[in-house]
């Protein structure tokens, strides 16, 4: 048949966005990227915004204005986050043309360290014992114990005060058998999110 040509409508502007790794630890760094799709989404303008806990700030620029790749395609990278954030991306020249807002958590740091007490006629005393930093008083401490691949709390208690940098805590656990232990620290004052300390093997005899 005979050669027609036509011109397809202009699709909308989007964006798209995420966060890489979150939540963080305090201080840590994230990569906010996503992808800008429609007609003409290479080479526009974006800019990252930023609104920190407790989210009455508002959102303010958070990087210089930068340019999608040719594809739509960008990434930002943010350094130290201390607090959970949100953040979105915008278009400068069209600020209707908004992300959807993404929060990056900050999770804080839980050590753990075990020492045992003493030997019972069914098991041992284990002592359970640990900072949280950034200081949390008075959050809840969940010892778990992994059973056939989920977390189940065994005993808890609470954090305590120690210096304006850290929280402590401390329990005594009786244990009949061994196994794999963790400390989860269930942060719930919206300025950072629940964390979990590294896991521990241990044999009771």
């Known amino acids: 048949g005979a050669d027609r040509t036509f011109r397809t409508k ?14 963080v630890a305090p201080g840590g760094r994230t990569t906010i990227a996503g992808a800008l799709s429609g007609t003409g989404n290479g080479g526009r ?26 594809d739509g395609t960008f990434a930002f990278p943010v350094l130290g986050v201390s607090l959970n954030t949100q953040y979105r991306v915008v278009l400068p020249n069209q600020q209707q043309v908004q992300s959807p807002i993404v929060t990056v958590g900050v999770a804080p740091r839980v050590t753990v360290k075990t020492r045992r007490v003493r030997k019972t006629a069914r098991g041992a005393i284990i002592r359970f014992r ?11 401490v969940a010892i778990q114990k992994l059973k056939r ?14 210096s304006s940098a850290y929280s402590r805590y401390r329990k005594a656990v009786r244990l009949r058998r061994g196994g794999t232990f963790r400390v989860y620290v269930g942060v719930a004052d919206g300025d950072h999110v629940a964390s979990v300390s590294r896991s521990v093997k241990l044999r009771v005899r």
Do not use: C, E, M
């Open 10 to 23: 202009r699709q909308p502007l989007g964006l798209s966005l995420g966060a890489t790794p979150n939540p």
């Open 149 to 162: 691949g989920n977390w189940v709390t065994i005993q808890g208690t609470i954090t305590k005060h120690h």
């Open 45 to 70: 303008q974006i800019v990252l915004q930023s609104n920190p806990f407790p989210y009455t700030q508002g959102f303010q620029n958070a990087s210089n204005v930068q340019l999608t790749n040719a």
């Open 130 to 140: 640990g900072r949280v930093t950034p200081a949390h008083d008075g959050t809840q």
